[in-house]
C-alpha cells in the first residue's frame, strides 16, 4: 500500500511539473503590425479594378475587427492586430458600363502572432446579374418537423436568366466540422474542385424556364402548404406555390405536387422519404454542369467511405456555407473565392432562416441583394423563414403560385 | 460515487468512534465559550504547521452539528443566487492518540441556490478563474460537497523535533436546472507535512510544505433539445467569445486541472505570553481545456500568492489576543492560440502561441483583537475589533478593460455568556461598517453593449465598491445533558444593507412584451439594497 502512495504523489508531482513548464516565461500580449498587398492576377485585364480596397482583419475567437482601405497599390498596413487566428477579407467594387464588378478575396485561418507579416491576397471579380441565392431555410419549425426546408434562387441582375438544368447540392462535409477531408482526385488539385454529397438538378431544354429580374424561385423539400393542419400548423412557410421540389420517386409517405416541377436526383445518397438537409447548416451550391453528371463516378476523402461528386469550382454559380453556430465559422468547407465567411441560425427547428441583406431598392422596385462573395457579410438571419422575401417577382411560367 | 460515499460514511463513524473512545477521558462539559477561547489559544493550530500543534495543544473535543442556513437578498455579485439555502452536517474533535495529538473535521453540505446567472458550469466561481461558460438565464444550481480534514503531530522527540501533517480531501457534485444547463463534479485534495524544532524552552520554529492538486469536470447540456442556448465562453473582465450549448457541435466538456505548490516557515516564542509569525508562499496553476477525446486549450491560470500572520496571545484572567494578517496574491490569465492538427490520423489542438492577457490582484490585510474575560466555563465576556483592508485590481490588456475595488471594513463585536444552573447561554452581538475607498469598471472590448457588461460587470462593480452597514446576532445555548455532554442550540443572523445605487437599473421591455432590456434609472429615489444571511444548528459537544 505505501508502495503505490508513493508512486501516486510521484506521478502527481510530475503532473505538476508538466502543467508548471507549460506556463513558464509566457509573454504578455501586446499589439502586432501587419499589412496585406492586393493582387488581381485572375481577373482579365479589360475588366476595370476599383481604386482602392477594404482590407479587414476578423479574429472570431476574440470578436475583433480591424479594417483599413488601401492605397492607389493595393497595399495597407495595420498595426493594432492582437495575436490570434485571422481571416482576412479583401473587398471592393466598381461600375463599369452599367454593370457592377465585386471583388472580393481572402484568406482564412492565418495565424498572426508576430509582427512583420505580409500576406498577398489575389482577388477574383464577379459582375452583379447573376443567379444568387438568396434565402436558405434549413431549420425546421417546432415539432421537429424539417419537410418545409426550401431555397429561394434569385435573379439579382439586369437580364433575363435560365433556371433549367440548374443544380443545387450540399458538400461534403454534411456539418462544420474538425474532422480532416483530404479528397483524392485525379488530377491532384484537390484545391480547384467543391465536393458534393448530394446533387439535385432542374429539368429543361435550356430556356423552359426563365427568370427575369427581381424574380425568384422556389426549391422547396416538398411544395406543400406545410401550415395545413395536417402538416405543421407551426410551420412559418406554405410551399404550394413553389416552382420546383425535390420529390423522391417511389415512395407514398410523401405525397407529389403535380404542380411543382420534380427537380432530377443527380448524385448522392438521399435517406428517407424526402431530401433532408441538415438542420445543423450544409454548405449550399448552385451550379451549371458542363455535361451530364455521372452518379457512378465519385471521388472520396483519404480512409473514409464518404463518396462524393468533384465540380470544378469555376462553374460555380453561387454558394454559402451555413455552419451550426458562430463557434463554427472556421471550420469552413467551402472555398473563401465562393464564400469567405458563414452564416448560421444558432438553432435547430426554431422556423428562422437566413436571407440576404438588401443593398438598394431600384426605381421600379426591383431590390437588389448583397453578394460580396462572404455570407457573413452579405445575410441576415430572419426570425421567420419567408417564401419570396421584400417582394420578389413570381415567374411567368408559375401559374400555380397564389 | 456510491463507493466513494460509503468510504466517506466509514470515516465519519471511526472519526466519532475513535474520537468520543478517546473522549471518555474528559469527565467535563465543553460548552462553546471554552471551545473558542481554546481554538484562540492554540495559536500553531491556526497555522498550516500541523506538527505545531503539539506545542499549543487544542483541548480535548467532539463535536456533532446539523445545520441550516439561508441568504437572501438583492446585495450579491450577480453569479450569486438571489437566495440559497444549505443544510449541513458535520462533526469535528481533537484528541490524544498515545503522546500524538490529532484533530479532524467532516462536514456534508446540501444546497440550492436561487436566482443564479452568468454561470453555466462552475461550482465555484472565482474573480481569478477567467475561463468559463457563461449564460443570462436566471437559474438554480443544486449542490452537495464533502469534505474531510485532518490534522496530526507527534510529541516532540528527543524533546527537539516534531512532525506533523495535515491533509483535506473534498468532493463536490452539482447541477444547473435550467437550459442551458449542466452537471459538474469535482475532487481536491492536499497534503502539508511539516516539521517543528525546539529552541530551547522557548522558541520554536517550523517548516510546512503543501502539495495540493483538484480536478473539476463540467458537462453542459440542454434539457430541451430543440432549442440551442447562446452562452459566452467567458476570457475575463467581460470579454468573450460567442459559443452555444447544445446541437451539433455545440460546446463540450470542461475541465479544470489544478496543482499547487507552497510552503510556509514559522516561529513561535512560548512564554508568559505567545507569540508566533508565519511566512507563507504558493504558486498554482490551473489548466481548462474542453472536450477530454480532442483536448481543447481553453485558458490557464498561474497564481503566486504571499503572505504572512502574526499572532499573540497575552495570558491571564483577561487573555488577549491580537492577530496581523496579510497577504498579496497575483494571478496571470493565459490564452492560447491553438490551430487544429488535420493530418489524417492525428487531429490534434496544437498551441502556435500563448500570452498573459489578463491579470487579477488582490491584497489583503487584517487586524484583529480580542478580549476575554476568563472563566471556568471559557470566558465571562469578549469583546473584539477587526479591521479589513482590500484591494483588487484586474485587467485584460487587450483591449484593456479593468476592474479595481478598494475597501476598508471596521467591525466591533462582543459576547456574554450567561450561565444558568450548568447551562450557558452565550449571547453575540456585531456591528460593522465598509467604506469603498476607489473603484470602477472601465470596458473598451468589442461588446460595450453586451449584456455580460451590462448586466454581469457593471453591477458586480456597484456591488464591489459599495458602502454598506453589517450588523449580526448571535446565541448559542447549551444544556449538558450528562457529566460529559451537551446539546446545544445556535441561531446566527446577520443583515448586510447597502444605501448605494446598486440595483438602480430596471427591467424594461416593449410594449408587447418583446426586447427585454436594462434602462438606468436616474432621477427616482434609489431602493436600498440588502442581504440577510441566518443560520440555525442543533448539536452535541462529548
Known amino acids: 500500500m505505501k508502495k503505490y502512495i508513493t508512486l501516486f504523489i510521484l506521478l502527481l508531482t510530475l503532473v505538476s511539473c508538466e502543467q508548471f513548464k507549460e506556463v513558464t516565461d509566457v509573454p504578455v500580449v501586446a499589439n502586432i503590425s501587419a499589412s496585406v498587398s492586393v493582387t488581381s492576377n485572375a481577373v482579365a485585364s479589360d475588366v476595370p479594378r476599383p481604386d482602392t480596397y477594404t482590407v479587414k482583419f476578423i479574429n472570431y475567437d476574440d470578436n475583433y ?87 429561394e434562387i434569385y435573379n439579382n441582375g439586369e437580364e433575363v436568366q435560365y433556371v433549367d438544368g440548374l443544380c443545387i447540392g450540399t458538400l461534403l462535409p454534411l456539418t462544420a466540422t474538425t474532422a480532416t477531408y483530404n479528397w483524392e482526385v485525379p488530377d491532384g488539385m484537390p484545391e480547384n474542385y467543391v465536393y458534393f454529397g448530394v446533387i439535385w438538378q432542374a429539368p429543361g431544354s435550356g430556356t423552359d424556364y426563365p427568370v427575369l429580374p427581381g424574380e425568384s424561385v422556389i426549391i422547396a423539400q416538398l411544395a406543400h402548404n406545410h401550415t395545413a393542419a395536417d ?25 407529389d405536387n403535380p404542380n411543382a416541377i420534380n427537380m432530377e436526383h443527380r448524385f448522392g445518397t438521399v435517406y428517407g422519404t424526402q431530401w433532408l438537409a441538415t438542420v445543423f447548416g450544409a454548405a449550399y451550391c448552385i451550379f451549371f454542369p458542363d455535361g451530364e453528371i455521372d452518379p457512378n463516378t465519385y471521388v472520396q476523402p483519404t480512409g473514409k467511405t ?42 435547430t427547428y426554431n422556423g428562422k432562416s437566413v436571407s440576404r441583406r438588401i443593398k438598394e431598392t431600384l426605381s421600379d422596385g426591383r431590390v437588389i441583394y448583397w453578394d460580396t462573395n462572404n455570407s457573413t457579410d452579405d445575410f441576415q438571419v430572419n426570425d421567420a423563414a419567408m417564401v419570396r422575401r421584400n417582394g420578389a417577382g413570381i415567374p411567368s411560367w408559375n401559374t400555380w403560385a397564389k | 460515487m456510491n463507493k466513494m460515499k460509503k468510504y466517506i460514511i466509514i470515516s465519519i463513524v471511526a472519526l466519532s468512534s475513535l474520537f468520543s473512545a478517546q473522549a471518555q477521558v474528559s469527565k467535563s462539559v465543553t460548552y462553546p465559550a471554552s471551545l473558542e477561547i481554546n481554538q484562540a489559544k492554540s495559536v500553531w493550530f491556526n497555522t498550516t504547521n500541523a506538527a505545531g500543534m503539539i506545542i499549543t495543544p487544542v483541548d480535548n473535543f467532539n463535536l456533532l452539528t446539523v445545520g441550516y442556513s439561508n441568504e437572501n ?68 444550481w443544486k449542490k452537495q460537497s464533502y469534505d474531510m480534514e485532518l490534522k496530526a503531530a507527534t510529541p516532540v522527540l528527543w524533546d527537539v523535533v516534531g512532525f506533523g501533517i495535515a491533509a483535506k480531501y473534498y468532493t463536490k457534485t452539482g447541477a444547473k436546472q435550467i437550459d442551458p444547463r449542466c452537471s459538474s463534479f469535482k475532487y481536491g485534495i492536499s497534503a502539508t507535512p511539516s516539521v517543528i524544532v525546539k529552541i530551547g524552552e522557548n522558541h520554536t520554529i517550523g517548516l510546512s510544505a503543501t502539495y495540493e492538486n483538484s480536478f473539476e469536470r463540467t458537462t453542459p447540456i440542454n434539457s430541451d433539445s430543440q432549442h440551442d442556448q447562446d452562452a459566452y465562453v467567458m476570457k475575463g473582465l467581460g470579454n468573450y467569445s460567442v459559443g452555444v450549448v447544445g446541437g451539433l457541435g455545440g460546446l463540450s466538456i470542461f475541465y479544470y486541472k489544478q496543482n499547487l505548490v507552497g510552503g510556509a516557515i514559522q516561529y513561535g516564542y512560548h512564554s508568559d505570553f505567545d507569540v508566533l509569525a508565519e511566512g507563507n508562499y504558493s504558486y498554482q496553476v490551473i489548466d481548462v481545456f474542453q472536450t477530454p477525446s480532442k483536448p481543447k486549450r481553453m485558458g490557464s491560470t498561474v497564481q503566486t500568492k504571499m503572505g504572512g500572520n502574526i499572532q499573540a496571545i497575552f495570558n491571564g484572567d483577561y487573555t488577549s489576543k491580537v492577530t496581523v494578517d496579510g497577504y498579496y496574491k497575483n494571478t496571470n490569465g493565459i490564452e492560447f492560440i491553438q490551430e487544429l492538427d488535420k ?14 492577457r489578463s491579470y487579477y490582484k488582490f491584497t489583503a ?44 471594513y471596521a467591525e466591533l463585536n462582543g459576547k456574554k455568556n450567561f450561565m444558568v444552573g450548568n447551562s450557558s447561554v452565550l449571547l453575540g452581538v456585531n456591528v460593522g461598517y465598509n467604506y469603498n475607498i476607489d473603484g470602477g469598471y472601465d470596458y473598451t472590448g468589442a461588446n460595450p453593449t453586451s449584456t455580460v457588461v451590462k448586466e454581469m460587470f457593471e453591477r458586480d462593480i456597484a456591488f464591489l465598491t459599495a458602502n454598506y452597514i453589517q450588523a449580526g446576532i448571535n446565541v448559542n445555548a447549551s444544556f449538558p445533558v450528562s457529566k460529559s455532554s451537551a446539546l446545544y442550540v445556535q441561531g446566527d443572523c446577520q443583515y448586510i444593507r447597502s444605501n448605494d445605487h446598486t440595483n438602480n437599473l430596471v427591467g424594461m421591455t416593449d410594449a408587447d412584451g418583446s426586447n427585454f432590456r436594462w434602462e438606468t434609472i436616474s432621477s427616482i429615489l434609489q431602493t436600498p439594497s440588502q442581504r440577510i444571511f441566518a443560520t440555525v444548528s442543533v448539536g452535541f459537544t462529548f
Open chain 2, 343 to 356: 493530418t489524417y490520423e492525428v487531429q490534434q489542438w496544437v498551441t502556435m502561441a500563448k500570452f498573459i
Open chain 2, 365 to 408: 490585510a487584517s487586524l484583529n483583537y480580542d478580549l476575554f474575560k476568563v472563566s471556568e466555563q471559557g470566558y465571562d465576556w469578549r469583546a473584539g475589533l477587526k479591521a479589513t483592508y482590500s484591494d483588487r485590481s484586474d485587467e485584460y490588456i487587450l483591449p484593456k478593460s479593468t476592474l479595481a475595488a478598494k475597501n476598508v
Open chain 1, 306 to 347: 464518404d463518396k462524393s461528386k468533384n465540380i470544378p469550382i469555376d462553374l460555380i454559380v453561387d454558394g454559402v456555407e451555413l455552419v451550426n453556430n458562430a463557434t463554427k465559422i472556421t471550420y469552413k468547407r467551402m472555398p473563401t473565392t465562393l464564400d469567405a465567411g458563414a452564416t448560421f441560425t444558432g438553432g
Open chain 1, 65 to 151: 475587427e480591424v479594417a483599413k482601405t488601401t492605397d492607389a497599390n493595393g497595399k495597407v498596413s495595420v498595426a493594432d492586430i492582437i495575436p490570434g487566428i485571422y481571416t482576412v477579407t479583401v473587398t471592393g467594387d466598381i461600375a463599369y458600363k452599367g454593370f457592377t464588378y465585386y471583388y472580393s478575396g481572402s484568406i482564412v485561418n492565418e495565424k498572426i502572432t508576430t509582427s512583420g507579416n505580409n500576406f498577398t491576397i489575389d482577388v477574383n471579380a464577379s459582375k452583379a446579374g447573376d443567379l444568387i441565392i438568396k434565402e436558405i431555410y434549413y431549420n425546421g419549425s417546432t415539432g421537429y418537423y424539417f419537410k418545409d426546408q426550401f431555397y
Open chain 1, 231 to 255: 402538416k405543421n400548423p407551426l410551420s412559418p412557410v406554405d410551399l404550394s406555390g413553389a416552382e420546383f421540389e425535390t420529390f423522391i420517386k417511389n415512395q407514398t409517405v410523401n405525397a
Open chain 2, 73 to 140: 437578498g438583492e446585495y450579491k455579485l450577480q453569479q450569486d443566487g438571489d437566495s440559497k439555502n444549505n443544510l449541513s452536517i458535520s462533526t469535528e474533535g481533537a484528541t490524544n492518540l498515545g503522546e500524538a495529538r490529532i484533530w479532524g473535521k467532516f462536514q456534508y453540505n446540501n444546497s440550492t441556490i436561487n436566482g443564479t446567472k452568468f454561470n453555466t458550469i462552475m461550482l465555484d466561481p472565482v474573480a481569478d478563474m477567467p475561463y468559463y461558460i457563461a449564460d443570462p438565464n436566471k437559474s438554480y
